[in-house]
Nanobody, 129 residues
Framework: EVELVESGGGVVQPGGSLTLSCVGS????????MGWFRQSLGKEREGVAV???????KYADSVKGRFTISKGNAQNILSLQMNSLKPEATAMYSC???????????????????????WGQGTQVSVSA
């Protein structure tokens, strides 16, 4: 059984930073793709960033230059460094994983969300003064 567990969410002031982490278990794909997605109240889920085992990365336009997605040495560990946070970043952030790679047709706002089979429960990020 695949399990994804996120951590690192919290409350931060505008301009602050947070690092989210996701640890996956139950999958041993030599090629896998993982990503961060977020959903705020009343809005559609959107892709934040995705990364595959070959290092292909895509970001939402709104986070480019401020957020960094990375994988740990173990391919089932995923991080999201978030800097210069804005109030509009307030959302539930979820980690997702599957076999395969970042698709050429994965574009914002979804960044291929529909192609991921496995999802974590999420961690809440709130940005407010």
């Amino acid at each position: 059984e695949v399990e994804l567990v996120e951590s690192g969410g919290g409350v931060v002031q505008p301009g602050g930073s947070l690092t989210l982490s996701c640890v996956g278990s139950g999958f041993t794909y030599s090629n896998n793709v993982m990503g961060w997605f977020r959903q705020s109240l009343g809005k559609e889920r959107e892709g934040v960033a995705v990364i595959d085992s070959d290092g292909r990365i895509k970001y939402a336009d709104s986070v480019k230059g401020r957020f960094t997605i990375s994988k740990g040495n173990a391919q089932n560990i995923l991080s999201l460094q978030m800097n210069s946070l804005k109030p509009e970043a307030t959302a539930m952030y979820s980690c997702a994983a599957d076999s395969g790679s970042v698709g050429p047709r994965w574009l914002p706002p979804s960044l291929g969300a529909a192609d991921f089979r496995y999802w974590g429960q999420g961690t809440q990020v709130s940005v407010s003064a």
